[in-house]
């Protein structure tokens, strides 16, 4: 049972305009949530996190939302720029737990 | 910069054989992590520890063990190789419970 959900393996995006990646939780317990990038044969990157006592996190062209009540999160990218390629995670934890439970990502591709 | 070195980035090795896997993080961190990633499946994890011979089990220890003799090195141990744990092994540190991990490059195993 997965409890952090991407339902778009793909999202396709002009070049400069924004890209709106979602994720979906199922467990109310979590209350950390990241988004890491992920470029072929290599490991993911951070990109930016968001605590469960916020609903926006802004770091410069990337902005997470997250909606407690629906239980959803998503990452915008403005603009968005080709070496915006790559796959996204978004991962979740609750409490003092060490474990990150991951979503299956999104293969972002940006179309010049 | 924090930097997580996986020993290998493709290895091939025939089923039956013990297969070792080393990652070295040069920041001090607490926590150490091995994930495995599967297409469709987001990344799983597998170990982790969360200081020197400490261990914890992941989603998915079984036919996996690992050796954290000291803070900065912590081993992926693939007791006797079998072809459905082809994949790609990912291994992550981080400070503390709510920071973010930082990955290692990834390590490709094909298992023949």
């Given amino acids: 049972d997965q409890q952090v959900k991407q339902n778009s393996p793909s999202l396709s995006v002009q070049e400069g305009r924004i890209s709106i990646l979602n994720c979906d939780y199922t467990n109310s317990m979590f209350d950390y949530f990241l988004w890491y990038k992920k470029y072929p044969a290599e490991g993911p990157t951070f990109l930016i996190s968001i605590s469960s006592i916020k609903d926006k996190n802004e770091d410069g062209r990337f902005t997470v939302f997250l909606n407690k009540s629906a239980k959803h999160l998503s990452l915008h990218i403005v603009p968005s720029q080709p070496g915006d390629s790559a796959v996204y995670f978004c991962a979740a934890s609750a409490g003092s737990n060490y474990q990150l439970i991951w979503g299956a990502g999104t293969k972002l591709i940006i179309k010049p | ?112």
């Avoid at chain 2, 070195?5 to 013990?18: A, D, H, I, M, P």
């Avoid at chain 2, 996996?64 to 900065?72: D, I």
């Avoid at chain 2, 540190?93 to 930082?102: Q, V, Y």
Wanted: hydrophobic share 30%; charged share 30%; glycine share 8%.
């Fill in chain 2, 1 to 112: 910069d924090v930097k997580v070195t996986q020993s290998s980035r493709y290895l091939v090795k025939r089923t039956g054989e013990k297969v070792f896997l080393e990652c070295v993080q040069d920041m001090d961190h607490e926590n150490m992590f091995w994930y495995r990633q599967d297409p469709g499946l987001g990344l799983r994890l597998i170990y982790f520890s969360y200081d020197v011979k400490m261990k914890e089990k992941g989603d998915i220890p079984e036919g996996y063990s690992v050796s954290r003799e000291k803070k900065e090195r912590f081993s992926l141990i693939l007791e006797s190789a079998s072809t459905n744990q082809t994949s790609m092994y990912l291994c992550a540190s981080s400070l503390g419970k709510r920071t973010e991990a930082f990955f290692g490059q990834g390590t490709r195993l094909t298992v023949v």
